[in-house]
């Protein structure tokens, strides 16, 4: 699995992407261990209830999930490889 494929594929670019509405929130992302992220991701209402961010739990398995962390940890959107 391309993690950068699947953060595409799920249409996360449309909030976070370098430009987007939504992208300092991901800016954060290297400051939260991959399991956490990994959970905001599935279910990000259990942390901030009526957040904007919809909830993957049905689309990602956890270890889907945690492979999409680690990329934002080490990547994610605005890395100069991903030309957005």
Do not use: Q
């Amino acid at each position: 699995m391309d993690p950068a494929a699947l953060f595409t594929k799920l249409g996360c670019p449309v909030c976070h992407a370098p430009g987007a509405r939504y992208h300092g929130k991901i800016l954060t992302a290297p400051h939260k261990s991959p399991e956490m992220l990994a959970k905001w991701i599935r279910t990000p209402e259990k942390f901030l209830p009526n957040t904007a961010m919809p909830s993957y739990e049905t689309l990602l398995d956890e270890p889907s999930a945690l492979a999409l962390a680690r990329w934002l940890k080490e990547a994610g959107p605005g890395a100069p490889t991903h030309g957005y």
